[in-house]
């Protein structure tokens, strides 16, 4: 079986007949006078059972519908969802009809293929970050969220964090740092990146769908470490600038209220990992936006080097802020610092919630299908840049690379 090219129609025309556009009346008459919500999860891996754990807090979740290219993964999610069913094809999976919203947890370069084809069946969208392998997606997702009238939340859970929500409240909101001129972001040493397959994996499982794996990328034989740690290859994600950038620049555009940039340059290689992966191990990216700052992006996962955070500063002072606390510095030499601590538990929960909050009401979610298309924007900007070797000058308005 080969994919040699993608074909996009091919792919969505076998996608369910589009559904017609639920209002929150029809939506209730589906789940029922129990509020019932029934979800199937595509991609229950590792980081999908755990994103499903959080939906079955609610006690309205039921989880019917699992599907993986690999059966291991839905036997396992099957532990913690008794009497679901199971698939091995989104598109069959989408043809259930005990299904009301779906997770998305799929390695990247499905994210666009499921998603569309989820919305497009009328269902109810929560994927996982970064919402696209490539920047001409993002507008085809939004697109399908909008004329389907779905609600579609992107998995970057500092958009529910309190912390970073207090702090956008008392600090950005107030304009307390005065005019902001730089943001820094960086995130060292994220272990995921340099997994290494397990010897159960080495030959490929008869239960495992390769080339279905594969789906819109060109043939390449089986291969444990594209399978197991699919991020380390660009064919696959964007590395560690969209699995981790993504995440620290739209705290950069949720704080600033900023989030288109207009250029772009990068530097970065493969320094030290020397195992065939095609995403840098080291990167440097630097965006300008219009409303003149910059903000950049360092990481490494050379084992010496470890830590994630931003760093916010303007004219009055600045903020720093992790997933743990956050501190605000004002400007002036003996000016005492603010420090917040974050309350220590998973405020992923808190963006299901929302997730869950929206399906009921129909309002816009906090990490809404547009906000997750121009935080991976930005993200591909940079890894653009990396690959082409040059600054990119972009157009804020038409959402285009400005040709040289």
């Keep these: 079986?080969?994919?040699?090219?993608?074909?996009?129609?091919?792919?969505?025309?076998?996608a369910p007949a589009a559904a017609a556009a639920?209002?929150?009346?029809?939506?209730?008459?589906?789940?029922?006078?129990?509020?019932?919500?029934?979800?199937g999860v595509i991609g229950p891996g590792e980081r999908g059972?755990?994103?499903?754990?959080?939906?079955q807090k609610d006690?309205?979740?039921?989880?019917?519908?699992?599907?993986?290219?690999?059966?291991?993964?839905v036997d396992k999610a099957m532990q913690s969802a008794p009497g679901a069913r199971g698939f091995s094809?989104?598109?069959?999976?989408?043809?259930?009809?005990?299904?009301?919203?779906?997770?998305?947890?799929?390695?990247?370069?499905?994210?666009?293929?499921?998603?569309?084809?989820?919305?497009?069946?009328g269902k109810d969208v929560y994927v996982e970050k970064p919402l696209t392998l490539r920047n001409e997606e993002g507008p085809e997702i939004v697109k399908a969220a909008r004329v389907n009238e779905r609600i579609c939340q992107v998995g970057m859970q500092q958009r529910s964090g309190p912390h970073y929500l207090q702090a956008k409240r008392e600090y950005f909101d107030?304009?307390?740092?005065?005019?902001?001129?730089?943001?820094?972001t960086w995130w060292h040493g994220n272990t995921y990146h340099v997994r290494t397959a397990p010897d159960y994996l080495q030959k490929q499982p008869s239960n495992l769908d390769w080339a279905r794996f594969l789906g819109p990328l060109k043939w390449r034989d089986y291969d444990p470490q594209q399978y197991w740690n699919w991020r380390a290859y660009l064919d696959f994600g964007g590395g560690q600038v969209t699995d981790l950038f993504t995440h620290w620049i739209d705290v950069v555009h949720m704080l600033t209220g900023h989030e288109i940039p207009i250029s772009a340059v990068a530097a970065g290689g493969v320094y030290n990992y020397?195992?065939?992966?095609?995403?840098?191990?080291?990167?440097?990216?630097?965006?300008e936006y219009p409303e003149e700052f910059t903000a950049t992006f360092e990481a490494?996962?050379?084992?010496?080097?470890?830590?994630?955070?931003?760093?916010?500063?303007?004219?009055?002072?600045?903020?720093?802020?992790?997933?743990?606390?956050?501190e605000f510095h004002p400007a002036g030499r003996d000016a005492k610092p603010t420090i917040v601590e974050a309350q220590p538990y998973d405020f992923t929960l808190d963006h299901v919630k929302n997730f869950l909050d929206c399906v009921r009401t129909r309002q816009r979610p906090n990490g809404d299908v547009l906000i997750g298309h121009r935080s991976a924007q930005a993200s591909h900007l940079g890894n653009i840049a990396y690959v082409e070797k040059r600054r990119l000058k972009f157009d804020p308005v038409r959402e285009e690379i400005l040709p040289l």
């Design 1 to 14: 079986m080969s994919f040699e090219k993608f074909d996009r129609r091919r792919f969505l025309g076998a």
């Design 22 to 39: 639920f209002s929150a009346a029809s939506y209730a008459q589906v789940t029922g006078a129990n509020d019932r919500i029934r979800l």
């Design 49 to 55: 059972r755990h994103v499903m754990g959080l939906f």
């Design 59 to 73: 006690a309205k979740v039921q989880v019917t519908a699992l599907c993986d290219v690999y059966a291991a993964q």
């Design 89 to 121: 094809d989104h598109r069959k999976f989408l043809e259930y009809k005990e299904i009301d919203i779906v997770l998305v947890a799929t390695p990247d370069h499905w994210h666009a293929v499921t998603t569309i084809d989820a919305l497009s069946a």
């Design 174 to 184: 107030t304009g307390r740092l005065g005019k902001i001129t730089l943001a820094r």
């Design 274 to 287: 020397k195992d065939g992966r095609t995403a840098p191990d080291t990167i440097n990216v630097l965006l």
């Design 300 to 326: 490494t996962l050379a084992p010496g080097v470890t830590g994630a955070a931003l760093e916010i500063g303007g004219t009055q002072g600045r903020l720093w802020i992790s997933r743990e606390r956050y």
